[in-house]
């Protein structure tokens, strides 16, 4: 896609010398500038990430007039709305779940695409200890009630921030060498918040606001939410955003490998694990409080590998399944997919450390590291997979981690500083921005109409 070049050098000159970078901005001009075109009310903004913050901010702006592109770095869209039908059925490498249906503006989506859900219930699973032998579900309740109602205390009644492993030792030290209490731990509190709780924040790790109902999963896949929200508009994909120049006069410029563009204004929707590295490049810096906000929250991780038998090997009406293993975070559960799309489908999932390490083995190791767990639950005769998917969030260079948490000496604002604009020009979006639904589509979907209401706002 070729657009216009707007301004003329001279103007450009200009830029620079008040701009008080000009030795940076200087080579980020040698490339062609291009701008998209100015709509009828002569305001462009430029959306960088096509996840469904990203797009939903597009979706606003043009839908209320505006001249909108989105860039985004890989060859596809949705961003960690990552829907795999590899398998003969839709697996999600990414969100895989509406948590909270009722009232979320998720299913208001789901329901324009006529989406088939199916509601997964939290009390059908079965847990295996580290021989296989079944753990009765009147230990698993009994536990239950008492990891709910230590988590409740130390949420409730911490006035110092401290890990949440350490408080966790401090209130009750049998417990956490407890192995059901341990899987817990990990099952729950790991797989919710993508962290270890080695570096999850005691104050404020369960703070965030949910919306109610049982969780559903969307059976033609989470992908084709995204139909509404992509219609007419204009997406470059391969385009990997380099540095960004903002300011409140001239607007901003976006370098990609090659080319800028120009725009009145610009929403940055990459996720947060691409800003903690630093990838992007902000002329000027980003103001001290937002910098400190990026470094401040943490990004988690959430390994899944999903395996597609010729047979089935497990209980064909048991949702989810838990398995207590020696190393906190490894394969601890899994999710059925027989109950739902008739396919002998197991999704192994790992959570914390254990998912930072394993992400960074082959994908053959993966798979063997799966299936021991698989085989200590299931017997040792089960056969390895026809296929499987394996996925690695941590690894990917475009998103670095699968999403954001409440990291020790983080605090609530520093997410919603992120939303903040910086002046007149630029602002973020992304699930990360908003610490009421942090680390979820509905928190990374509102914030995109957020971020569009700020740019409409700036630029009126």
Request: aromatic fraction near 10%.
């Amino acid at each position: 896609m070729v657009l216009d070049p707007y301004w003329p050098a001279i103007n450009r000159r200009n830029f620079l010398k008040t701009s008080g970078a000009s030795v940076l901005l200087a080579s980020l001009f040698e490339l062609n500038l291009n701008r998209p075109s100015a709509s009828a009310k002569g305001k462009s903004v430029i959306i960088i990430g096509a996840g469904i913050a990203g797009l939903t901010a597009a979706r606003d702006l043009m839908d209320n007039g505006y001249k909108v592109l989105v860039l985004e770095a890989s060859n596809k869209i949705g961003g960690r709305i990552r829907t795999n039908r590899a398998l003969g059925i839709p697996v999600e490498e990414g969100a895989g779940w509406i948590h909270g249906p009722d009232d979320n503006p998720i299913m208001e989506l789901a329901e324009q695409t006529n989406q088939e859900t199916f509601v997964t219930k939290d009390s059908s699973f079965t847990v295996f200890d580290e021989q296989g032998k079944q753990v009765s579900s009147q230990m698993i309740t009994q536990m239950g009630e008492e990891h709910e109602d230590i988590l409740e205390f130390i949420g409730s009644g911490m006035t110092k921030d401290m890990p949440l492993s350490e408080a966790m030792e401090h209130l009750a030290p049998k417990l956490t060498r407890d192995p059901v209490f341990r899987w817990m731990t990990s099952a729950y509190t790991e797989f919710d918040t993508g962290s270890p709780v080695e570096e999850l924040s005691a104050m404020y790790f369960n703070e965030d606001d949910a919306f109610q109902g049982e969780d559903v999963i969307l059976v033609d896949g989470y992908d084709r939410l995204l139909e509404p929200l992509t219609r007419g508009l204009p997406i470059l994909t391969r385009k990997p955003v380099r540095r960004i120049a903002y300011h409140n006069r001239m607007g901003v410029f976006i370098e990609t490998d090659r080319e800028v563009f120009e725009a009145d204004f610009a929403i940055v929707t990459v996720p947060l694990g691409v800003l903690k590295a630093g990838d992007i490049k902000f002329i000027p810096p980003l103001p001290e409080k937002h910098s400190n906000a990026i470094q401040r929250i943490g990004m988690g991780d959430l390994t899944k590998v999903a395996m597609k038998f010729d047979e089935l090997h497990w209980p064909e009406k048991t949702q989810y399944f838990g398995l207590m293993t020696q190393q906190q975070g490894r394969w601890n559960y899994f999710l059925n997919h027989k109950p739902f799309n008739s396919a002998n489908v197991l999704t192994a999932l790992s959570f914390g450390n254990y998912s930072r390490m394993i992400e960074g083995m082959d994908h053959a190791y993966m798979l063997e590291d799966a299936m021991k767990a698989v085989s200590t639950m299931f017997g040792s005769d089960v056969p390895y997979p026809r296929h499987y998917i394996a996925t690695r969030w941590s690894q990917d260079p475009f998103t670095k981690g699968a999403f954001s948490y409440a990291k020790v000496g983080s605090k609530p604002n520093d997410f919603n500083t992120l939303s903040e604009p910086i002046g007149h020009c630029l602002t973020f979006a992304g699930e990360h921005t908003d610490f009421q639904y942090h680390g979820t589509v509905h928190g990374a979907h509102l914030s995109g109409k957020k971020a569009a209401k700020t740019a409409i706002k700036a630029t009126a």
